[in-house]
Structures are given as C-alpha cells and as structure tokens.
C-alpha cells in the first residue's frame, strides 16, 4: 500500500462477528482533514480472503 504517512495494523484476533473491530488504519498529515482521508483510503483498501488465513 503506497498511501503516505499511513499503516495499518491488524489485531490477528481468531474470530469476527459484527462491530468488532479486528483492525486500524492509522496515519499523519499536515491537517486532520487529510489523515482521516489517508486513513479511510487505507482501510477501504483492506480485503478479506475468507481461508487465508487456513
């Protein structure tokens, strides 16, 4: 992922239901504005691959 200023970390937790959270986009920039777009750009980019982790 090529978005600067940006990571994302996964919490590897061994289930999932709805509204857990099993990650985190997080990122800098000059303003607030620009970070929550970085960050949501990062987070829309996550796939999940149902057996990848089999």
Known sequence: MRIPE???RL???PESYERR???VAVSTA???EE???R?????GRVEVRPGAAD
């Open 6 to 8: 940006t990571d994302i």
């Open 11 to 13: 919490f590897g937790k």
């Open 21 to 23: 959270r099993l990650g």
């Open 30 to 32: 000059e303003t607030v």
């Open 35 to 37: 970070a929550r777009e």
């Open 39 to 43: 960050a949501a750009e990062a987070a």
